[in-house]
């Protein structure tokens, strides 16, 4: 276990020539996080699948660009995920095995669904 386990990040991190939030911005981001998208979207008890959809994503996208932790993000953000789905009544979400590179498909959609959120 790292001793900044648990903690928000205190330095800058990016991965695949992504720049994640600066460290500075952690602890407002989730701030705002936590009183916009999750209390817009959680409990997740929408009654069509396009909102649960919309939810999730959003939610995900949202985690991971802030990226408030060292190590975890993509984890906690699934974790995130599979609790919405199963308030929502779906099933267990099914993500692929993990390997190399796999964080790319993920930060393009979260750029694609940034770009969608600012234009609104």
Known sequence: MYPWAGEYRQVN?????F??????????LMLKFE???LKRF?????????GVLEALAITHCE????????EGNGRLSRLLSQRMAL?????????????ANSARPILLLCRQVW???TRR
Do not use: W
Request: aromatic share 8%; hydrophobic share 40%.
């Open 115 to 117: 770009s969608v959120i």
């Open 35 to 37: 009183r916009k998208e």
């Open 42 to 50: 959680t409990p997740c008890t929408f009654d069509n699948l396009g």
């Open 87 to 99: 308030q929502s009544g779906l099933q267990l979400l099914n993500y692929p095995a993990s390997r």
């Open 19 to 28: 720049v994640f939030a600066m460290t500075a911005q952690v602890s407002r």
């Open 63 to 70: 985690l991971v660009l802030i990226h408030p932790f060292r």
């Open 13 to 17: 991190i990016s991965k695949g020539g």
